[in-house]
């Protein structure tokens, strides 16, 4: 697909505070090897070494509530106000997930509720681009005047949407949840320039067939697995790695950049070696691609908003950089933006 979509700025807006959560259940590959799964092979195609495992009574608004918080204290603490006083602020809460609670209402709703706030809530769905459709959505309220301080989350319970008997797709994903405060800030920061996506010709490279109004569960669905994730692993490989290289080279020239210039490079954390295979077409410096995939594995929407907390926590960001974001996944669908910090 020719992906001469729209690239735009989106300046004016300023990333306040992150916040992640992790459940503490930690599975690693050698819990997987005792039931039967190659560790050897888990680190070799994927370069996950574990991953965490939310509790059977944990939804992804539990987590997304345990980010949010996280989130909301840290804005409180930078600013030297009250936990109360930023939330009272926040009026939109956007959320990512392709793991709801239920159909409805919306998991944003959901966390919503739990927060106490008086915000609007919405859920966005794009799999594991989620989190920067969301984020650009929210960027666009704050943007407009229609939103001062707005909320974007991405949230997963990856691990319930897995047949344990896929032992290829089993081992690649985990639980966790990322939180953002965005509010308005100075001409400079914001997306400098970035690209959202969609190719619907790939739907079936990525998918979970069964639970939706077209195919509804039945006793006989179930037993069969179609309410697990179905993935052509290698058409996958080869898409995202094609699509990080077009989308990236086009989203950091618009930006009038080089790869050079930036700080930082988060990528969704899909696979060990989608990230090395687009970090050599890139000639990205191997010191600025963040990864966390190792401890993580792949959380869909939660992922950069996780690998963002992480980083600025440690240090590797700081006011004024130039910081490269992409997630892509099911849809197939895709988001990559040059953000100023």
């Not at 059977?56 to 509530?65: N, P, T």
């Not at 965005?182 to 320039?193: R, V």
């Not at 966390?292 to 869909?300: H, V």
Request: proline share 3%; glycine share 10%.
């Amino acid at each position: 697909m020719d992906r001469k979509q729209r690239i735009a700025r989106l300046t004016g807006v300023e990333i306040i505070a992150c916040g992640s959560y992790a459940p503490p259940a930690v599975v690693t590959n050698a819990d997987l090897a005792a039931h039967g799964y190659d560790a050897d092979w888990i680190v070799q195609r994927t370069g996950i070494l574990e991953r965490r495992k939310a509790a059977d009574d944990v939804a992804a608004s539990d987590l997304a509530f345990e980010a949010a918080q996280c989130c909301l204290k840290s804005a409180a603490a930078s600013q030297g106000r009250s936990y109360d006083e930023v939330l009272g602020d926040v009026d939109l809460i956007v959320l990512a997930t392709m793991t709801p609670d239920s159909p409805i209402p919306s998991t944003a709703c959901q966390l919503q509720r739990r927060l106490g706030c008086d915000a609007a809530a919405m859920d966005v769905g794009a799999a594991c681009a989620g989190f920067m459709f969301a984020l650009a959505t929210g960027m666009q309220f704050v943007k407009t005047g229609n939103a001062n301080s707005v909320l974007v989350v991405g949230t997963e319970v990856m691990t319930r949407t897995i047949d344990p008997a896929d032992r290829k797709t089993f081992p690649l994903f985990g639980d966790g949840a990322g939180a953002v405060l965005l509010g308005t800030g100075n001409d400079e920061q914001g997306f400098l320039a970035y690209q959202i996506g969609a190719d619907g010709r790939g739907t079936d490279l990525l998918c979970i067939p069964g639970g939706g109004s077209r195919e509804p569960l039945t006793t006989a669905a179930i037993e069969a697995g179609r309410q697990f994730i179905k993935m052509d692993g290698r058409a996958v490989f080869k898409w995202a790695v094609n699509m990080l290289a077009d989308s990236v080279r086009a989203v950091v020239a618009h930006a009038g950049l080089s790869m050079n210039d930036l700080a930082l490079v988060i990528l969704h954390q899909a696979n060990r070696r989608i990230l090395s295979a687009a970090a050599d077409n890139l000639d990205i410096p191997a010191d600025r691609l963040f990864i966390n995939l190792d401890r993580y594995g792949n959380t869909s929407a939660a992922s950069i908003p996780l690998a963002l907390d992480e980083a600025l926590a440690a240090g590797r960001i700081r006011r004024g950089d130039a910081i490269l974001l992409s997630g892509f996944g099911a849809g197939l669908t895709w988001g990559t933006a040059v953000l100023r910090w």
